[in-house]
């Protein structure tokens, strides 16, 4: 079993910036366990459903982002500390919305929730106009 807990949301003026992280503990987070696991960040806004924002493979070498973030948000991870991030950059009021952290051994790049074995609680991330 993993554990995954966020941190880092808050209140940012749009334009703003704030970073994110997600760090992995339990009985399999192992440094060698955590590097198999694809690493996804989704977020769920008010009224809708949770969406794909990113995700990153094992080694942190490939990325993939939604559409309405890439170019505003960089995710990373630090295998060696069982965590990974995201950089959010230039943040608008529809970027509002509680972030979730995910982990899966099958999660290869994925845009897909169900892939994901694992959640984390969620951060909330507010953006005022």
């Known amino acids: 079993q993993v554990q995954l807990v966020e941190s880092g949301g808050g209140l940012v003026q749009t334009g703003g910036s704030l970073s994110l992280s997600c760090a992995a503990s339990g009985r399999t987070a192992s440094s060698y366990a955590f590097s198999s696991y694809g690493m996804g960040w989704f977020r769920q806004g008010p009224g809708k459903e949770r969406e794909f924002v990113a995700t990153?493979?094992?080694?942190?070498?490939?990325?993939r982002y939604a559409d309405s973030v890439k170019g505003r948000f960089t995710i990373s991870r630090d295998n060696a500390k069982n965590t990974v991030y995201l950089l959010m950059s230039s943040l608008k009021p529809e970027d509002t919305a509680v972030y979730y952290c995910a982990a899966g051994s099958r999660a290869v790049l994925s845009t897909q929730r169900s892939l994901y074995d694992y959640w984390g609680q969620g951060t909330q991330v507010t953006v005022s106009s």
């Open positions: 990153i493979g094992w080694s942190g070498a490939m990325t």
